[in-house]
């Protein structure tokens, strides 16, 4: 199937009102996180209705419709090689998670990595050796970085916690908001399954914590555990 079949398709979709909103919510302002993207305005249900219907589209098609400048049409892509991971056999995954890797510079905002780094990078990691993931935290490159701690969601899923915990250790001191965040959330995932195995990292790592990650982290907490989190902190 013809990738420019799919991106005519996708461009019928488009809505140069949303296009202004994404805009401005996925911060593509000279200097800001996803300076020059560029966006067709399309959310993201009718993105996963056309990954169903051309659910037969090749590897090879997802792969070029990564490399597009428009921002919906790379989560097309992302969603269309999630979709054959899961379907596919051990050798067809190891090759999408190889495109996968070899492409991280386009899956350059953080709605990109989250819908596809657990159930690619994470699920191929499952039962093999996972230092790609402590390489990829250490990058200069901040979606590698977060495709890193979000990868370990689905170890999360799997009440399987000990990267997320070692990953987000790694992270502690990384500057951008964007990582804070992301790790703040994974600790929160494993609290919600083990709150002895979060309240010991944040006993230990709390007063180092960015403040962000220290409140995603504890947003589930009733008041009176948060405020001491917090309080403390500033003593």
């Not at 490159?141 to 790694?170: G, V, Y």
Request: hydrophobic share 40%; proline share 3%.
């Amino acid at each position: 199937m013809p990738h420019q079949e799919i991106i005519d398709y996708l461009k019928t979709l488009a809505s140069p009102e949303i296009a202004e909103h994404s805009q401005r919510f996925f911060k593509t302002a000279e200097g800001e996180y996803g300076a020059g993207d560029k966006f067709l305005g399309i959310r993201v249900p009718p993105i996963r209705c056309a990954v169903t219907k051309y659910k037969s589209a090749s590897l090879r098609t997802a792969e070029k419709l990564l490399h597009s400048q428009y921002h919906e049409i790379r989560l097309f892509a992302l969603l269309l090689m999630v979709s054959h991971y899961s379907r596919n056999k051990p050798e067809e995954q190891a090759k999408i998670y190889n495109i996968y890797l070899q492409n991280t510079r386009y899956i350059n905002n953080w709605d990109l990595v989250d819908s596809s780094a657990p159930k690619i990078v994470g699920a191929y990691l499952q039962d093999k050796d996972r230092g790609r993931l402590y390489e990829l935290a250490a990058s200069d490159l901040l979606w590698e970085r977060r495709i890193a701690i979000m990868a370990s969601f689905h170890f999360i899923r799997l009440n399987q916690f000990d990267d997320t915990l070692h990953l987000s250790e790694q992270l502690l001191n990384d500057p951008e908001d964007l990582i804070h965040k992301a790790v703040g959330w994974m600790l929160r995932e494993v609290g919600k399954r083990d709150l002895a195995a979060e309240l010991s990292f944040l006993d230990r790592h709390y007063t180092k914590m960015p403040r962000t990650m220290l409140r995603y982290a504890i947003e589930k907490f009733d008041q009176t555990d948060r405020q001491h989190y917090l309080y403390s902190k500033l003593k």
